[in-house]
């Protein structure tokens, strides 16, 4: 089966085709706040435009915009071809790229920018299994969380210096086999990770 991975969710747009777990072709660029102005030359410059038998998208947390460009080019995608679309985590993503860089680690702390000077932070075993949900946090919170583990992501540098080992990553499409099944069957709609900032009259959220 092909499958086409659209990632928007961070900073970094990229796109990869896999076939039967191994990657055809992919593309990676850090574009800071133009995912829509490259996502869809990106995916016509994959072998037969990208055409697939299904579609994965990182439906986040990460960038609103981001998630959201994503998720709508997956869509369209995915009705034009008539093939079924399902989503993946930033965070799952990062961390599994992450443990097959470092396979001796017991826990990885996935942090990625959040907006509003917070943080997206959610740990992982080896298994990829969460020994927390993802949360988004201050810094000082995330440092209290993160512990001993290795802590990998966009968010790093946001961090106080007391976290002793970390590592700078984004999500890369081309990662995706390194996810388990399980992993890649969550509903294509945004994982914002956070309330809305948007209230309705009364306080209500949207």
């Known amino acids: 089966m092909r499958t086409l991975?659209?990632?928007?969710?961070?900073?970094?747009?990229?796109?990869?085709?896999?076939?039967?777990g191994a990657v055809v072709a992919?593309?990676?660029?850090?574009?800071g706040r133009g995912?829509?102005?490259?996502?869809?030359p990106m995916i016509a410059e994959l072998p037969g435009g990208g055409r697939a038998d299904r579609i994965l998208v990182d439906v986040g947390p990460g960038s609103f915009t981001g998630v959201r460009v994503g998720i709508a080019a997956a869509r369209g995608l995915?009705?034009?071809?008539?093939?079924?679309?399902?989503?993946y985590s930033s965070l799952a993503l990062v961390a599994a790229a992450a443990f097959a860089r470092h396979p001796r680690e017991a826990r990885i702390a996935v942090v990625i920018e959040a907006g509003h000077g917070e943080l997206f932070m959610q740990l992982f075993d080896p298994s990829l299994g969460t020994p927390m949900e993802p949360r988004s946090m201050p810094p000082a919170v995330a440092v209290a969380a993160i512990g001993d583990a290795l802590a990998i992501g966009s968010g790093i540098a946001r961090l106080p210096g007391t976290v002793a080992r970390t590592e700078d990553a984004l999500p890369d499409a081309a990662d995706v086999p390194l996810l388990p099944t399980v992993l890649v069957d969550l509903p294509p709609a945004p994982l914002y990770g956070r309330a809305p900032d948007?209230?309705?009259p009364g306080g209500r959220s949207l």
Do not use: N, Y
């Open 5 to 20: 991975v659209i990632d928007t969710a961070t900073t970094a747009c990229s796109v990869a085709l896999i076939d039967d």
């Open 26 to 31: 992919c593309r990676h660029e850090v574009v």
């Open 35 to 40: 995912h829509a102005e490259r996502l869809v």
């Open 78 to 87: 995915a009705f034009g071809w008539s093939v079924p679309v399902r989503g």
């Open 198 to 200: 948007a209230k309705l």
